[in-house]
C-alpha cells in the first residue's frame, strides 16, 4: 500500500540516515499538510531552530513572514505553508556561517513529499541551494542573476529569492529593486492563495 503523508513524516521524524555527519545529531525540522498551497523550500535549519524544532523561528524568518505579509499563525498552520528545507537537520557550523544542508536529503525525501502536497500553488526557492536543484540548467550564472529573472519561473509556479538572512543585508542593500519590486509582486501573490 502507498504511504500517507502521516507516514511519511513519521518515518521523516525518525530518520537517521547522515546522523555520523551531524554534529548535533537528527532532529528534522519541517512541516506540511496536504491542504498547504504555499511551499517553501529553504536552506536548513540553524542553530537556534535545531534547538525550538520550530521552522524559521529565527531573525530570517521574521522577515520572510515581512516579505510575505503573513502572521506567524497563519506561516505556521502547516494546511497553508509547508515548509521543507533542502536539508532537514542542522548540519553544523562552518568557518563563517553554517554548513551546507546535507546533500543526502532532498533526494532522499523531497522526491516522496511533493507528490503528497497536492494542492501547491506557488513555490518559494529561498537561496542558492533550492534553486540549484530545482531549477537545474534553468538557473542563471548567479543567484542574483536567477533572482532578478525571477518572471521566468512564475509559469513553472517557482519564484526564486534571495535569502533573508540578516547576514545577507549587503546584498538586499544593493539591490533595491528586490523589495521594491519582487517582494511587492509576492505578496501580492500570497494574498491571491487566501491563505
Ligand atoms: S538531514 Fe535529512 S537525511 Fe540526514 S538525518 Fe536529517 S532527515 Fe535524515
Redesign the pocket.
Known amino acids: 500500500m502507498p504511504e500517507n503523508l502521516q507516514q511519511l513524516l513519521a518515518r521523516?521524524?525518525a530518520?537517521?540516515?547522515?546522523?555520523p555527519?551531524?554534529p548535533h545529531g537528527?532532529?528534522?525540522v519541517l512541516q506540511a499538510q496536504r491542504e498547504a498551497r504555499l511551499r517553501i523550500i529553504g536552506q536548513?535549519p540553524g542553530r537556534k531552530v535545531h534547538e525550538t524544532g520550530i521552522p524559521w523561528n529565527d531573525p530570517s524568518g521574521d522577515r520572510l513572514r515581512d516579505w510575505l505579509g503573513l502572521t506567524r499563525e497563519q506561516f505556521y498552520d502547516p494546511r497553508k505553508v509547508a515548509i521543507l528545507p533542502m536539508?532537514?537537520?542542522y548540519?553544523g557550523k562552518a568557518e563563517s556561517g553554517d554548513l551546507p544542508?546535507?546533500p543526502?536529503?532532498?533526494p532522499?525525501?523531497h522526491g516522496r513529499l511533493n507528490p503528497q502536497l497536492p494542492d501547491i500553488r506557488l513555490t518559494l526557492l529561498v537561496g542558492h541551494y533550492a534553486q540549484a536543484y530545482y531549477l537545474g540548467s534553468r538557473r542563471k550564472a548567479t543567484l542574483g542573476k536567477t533572482v532578478r529573472a525571477w518572471k521566468e519561473y512564475l509559469p513553472l509556479g517557482y519564484l526564486p529569492l534571495a535569502h533573508p538572512s540578516p547576514r545577507n543585508q549587503p546584498w538586499l542593500a544593493q539591490n533595491p529593486w528586490f523589495e521594491k519590486q519582487l517582494v511587492v509582486e509576492l505578496r501580492r501573490l500570497v494574498r491571491t492563495l487566501d491563505l
Open positions: 521523516i521524524h530518520c537517521t540516515h547522515c546522523a555527519a551531524l537528527p532532529r528534522p536548513a536539508g532537514f537537520c548540519p544542508p546535507r543526502e536529503c532532498t532522499r525525501w
